[in-house]
């Protein structure tokens, strides 16, 4: 009799363990990183003219060649175009900002970058400060807002601090990290694509990339314009798609406005 109520009453030692405890080990109840990069927002929350953005998993940037600058080696204001991948303009983009940023602080200047619907709605502003994008000034490194619709922060891009690779962070409007962005030891793409790995927050898998896409030789030498591809996941929130095109004109900027950095 007493064994059978010894066997009855339940050594405290494993209680915790015991199926409906709230104490069970951690290996045992593997938990799903929560995706931030993941939609989550109904079609009709979507930030106005973002509607179409959100059934892409490719985006193509084509920069529009400026006449003026292959002629004569002077700086414009970039224009670019952003299509979809059966090669149809779906947004178009200007960059703002003074002939002064251009020609003396052209690869780290400031911008403003408007981008418009084809009906000439601006729903993406993209805002850079000047700040440095060297690894020896870890302190003022790049970062870039971007807002849609204007004047509603959708995310930021934040380049982060390595010695040996290219390195960015996306944020959310809360800025909290939602994905990173690695580039390879050398971005010079001699006769090759140019890749940056879009990473989860851990890094241990690739969901996209940005590919800065070899133009020829005589493209590459003589001007600066260049071809960027977008991939991502189709259900990639529509916000960080906008980010994302942020980040590749952040990229343009830093590792490709000078032509030769294209060879």
């Not at 600058?69 to 700086?75: K, V, Y």
């Not at 952003?82 to 178009?92: D, P, S, T």
């Not at 911008?111 to 993406?124: C, K, L, P, Q, Y």
């Not at 805002?127 to 922060?153: A, D, H, M, Y």
Request: glycine share 6%; proline share 6%; with cysteine.
């Amino acid at each position: 009799m007493a064994s059978q109520e010894s066997q009855q009453q339940t050594n405290p030692v494993f209680k915790d363990y015991l199926p409906g405890s709230s104490g069970l080990p951690e290996q045992d109840n593997p938990v799903e990183p929560i995706s931030l990069w993941k939609q989550t927002s109904h079609a009709h929350n979507l930030p106005p003219g973002l509607e179409y953005l959100n059934q892409l998993d490719r985006i193509i940037i084509h920069q529009q060649v400026e006449l003026l600058e292959a002629i004569l080696g002077t700086e414009t204001c970039s224009k670019y175009e952003i299509k979809n991948h059966l090669g149809q303009r779906v947004y178009f983009a200007v960059e703002e900002n003074g002939c002064f940023d251009r020609n003396l602080c052209s690869p780290i200047r400031s911008f403003t970058i408007r981008i418009a619907d084809n009906s000439g709605r601006e729903v993406i502003t993209v805002n850079r400060p000047l700040r440095c994008n060297s690894c020896w000034f870890p302190c003022f490194l790049q970062e870039l807002e971007v807002q849609s619709p204007p004047g509603t922060i959708a995310g930021y891009v934040v380049q982060n601090w390595d010695p040996f690779l290219p390195k960015f962070t996306i944020q959310n409007e809360s800025k909290e990290d939602v994905l990173k962005i690695i580039g390879p030891y050398a971005t010079c793409g001699c006769f090759e694509d140019v890749e940056f790995e879009v990473k989860v927050l851990n890094e241990m898998s690739t969901i996209g990339k940005i590919s800065k896409y070899w133009s020829g030789f005589v493209n590459n030498v003589f001007t600066n314009t260049a071809n960027f591809g977008i991939q991502v996941p189709v259900d990639l929130d529509v916000k960080i798609k906008a980010v994302m095109i942020g980040a590749c004109f952040l990229i343009d900027l830093m590792f490709f406005e000078n032509s030769l950095d294209g060879l």
